[in-house]
Nanobody, 124 residues
Framework: QVQLVESGGGLVQAGGSLRLSCAAS????????KGWFRQAPGKEREFVAA????????YYSDSVKGRFTITRDNAKNTLYLQMNSLKAEDTAVYYC?????????????????WGQGTQVTVSS
């Protein structure tokens, strides 16, 4: 059974930075697209960023482009999200996810495995 465990969330002031990590329990999905999503209170879960196995294909939502960076270390089976210039509107629970089928996906329903989430709170 695949387990994804996020870490690195916390409370930060606006303009600050955080680095999220997501460790996977198995290497089976090292070839898959992996992504980050977030869900703010009262809102639907939304796409943040995704990365292909090789790292040559990377996609960001418009709201985080230029501020967040997604990377992956296949040897460590770990996914990262570097978040800079954080804003109050970035406050949410952040989830990592693995897509079990090939190709990029932006939708929640396209990803098969999810972590438990890590809270990011940005104070203004």
């Amino acid at each position: 059974q695949v387990q994804l465990v996020e870490s690195g969330g916390g409370l930060v002031q606006a303009g600050g930075s955080l680095r999220l990590s997501c460790a996977a329990s198995v290497r089976t999905f090292s070839n898959a697209f992996k992504g980050w999503f977030r869900q703010a209170p009262g809102k639907e879960r939304e796409f943040v960023a995704a990365i292909s196995r090789s790292g040559t294909m990377i996609y960001y939502s418009d709201s985080v482009k230029g501020r967040f960076t997604i990377t992956r270390d296949n040897a460590k089976n770990t996914l990262y999200l570097q978040m800079n210039s954080l804003k109050a509107e970035d406050t949410a629970v952040y989830y990592c996810a693995v897509k079990g089928t090939s190709g990029l996906g932006y939708g929640v329903g396209e990803y098969d495995y999810w972590g438990q989430g890590t809270q990011v709170t940005v104070s203004s």
